[in-house]
């Protein structure tokens, strides 16, 4: 017996046990991980569902109405009330972009101040009212460069070139544009390019 207490006997091993536990644990991970990325990926990277910001058929069609009738108020030079303090100003809806109609880039001179001759660029795009077909729209783009260039010669460098001036000058060139081409074919003037030397 002395033989018996001296020789340790052998443990058995669990033999897989182990690892089938670690395995089940990583697989479980990157399930979870991957569900999480399929639900939270489209929140935090722009996707999302569309249908649930999508309005009803009714408002959809008084929000289209309603944005018509801001691109009417603009082309007239019709002012908002400002809104009162402690209220954020809503955001303007601008409705939908059916066609566009791109502009050669216009350079005129204008007098600054000091009395030189300084140089600016503007690129423009027209949107179209839904129905202009850019084709049809074609013939009157010289009268809507003539429009442009025509606002530009009429005032001088520092108003043009000052940024807080800015929102003034794409305000009255859609007027300009929009009352030389009528309302029945541009809704909208946007300076796509604006250079001054």
Same mark, same amino acid.
């Given at each position: 017996m002395s033989e018996e207490a001296s020789e340790p006997k052998p443990v058995e091993k669990k033999k897989g046990k182990g690892k089938l536990v670690?395995?089940?644990?990583?697989?479980a991970l990157i399930l979870g991980a991957g569900a999480a990325g399929a639900v939270l990926a489209p929140k935090y990277l722009g996707g999302g569902d569309k249908a649930a910001h999508k309005p009803a058929e009714g408002e959809e069609e008084a929000a289209a109405e309603g944005s018509e009738e801001k691109g009417d108020a603009e082309a007239h030079g019709d002012?908002?009330?400002?809104?009162?303090?402690?209220?954020?100003?809503?955001?303007?809806? #601008?409705?939908?972009?059916?066609?566009? #109609?791109?502009?050669?880039?216009?350079?005129? &001179?204008?007098?600054?101040?000091?009395?030189?001759?300084?140089?600016?660029?503007?690129?423009?795009?027209?949107?179209?009212?839904?129905?202009?077909?850019?084709?049809?729209?074609?013939?009157?783009?010289?009268?809507?460069?003539?429009?442009?260039?025509?606002?530009?010669?009429?005032? &001088?460098?520092? #108003?043009?070139?000052?940024p807080k001036n800015f929102t003034q000058v794409v305000k009255d060139l859609n007027k300009e544009i929009i009352l030389a081409v009528g309302k029945k074919r541009a809704k909208r003037i946007v300076i796509t390019d604006f250079v001054a030397q």
């Open positions: 670690g395995i089940l644990v990583a697989l002012e908002e009330k400002p809104a009162e303090e402690g209220e954020s100003k809503p955001k303007k809806e #601008q409705g939908d972009v059916h066609e566009i #109609q791109g502009l050669e880039a216009i350079v005129v &001179d204008t007098r600054s101040a000091d009395g030189n001759l300084r140089h600016i660029k503007v690129g423009l795009s027209i949107e179209l009212v839904e129905g202009t077909k850019e084709a049809e729209f074609k013939a009157y783009v010289p009268r809507a460069r003539e429009a442009a260039i025509g606002y530009f010669r009429t005032r &001088d460098f520092e #108003q043009l070139s000052d």
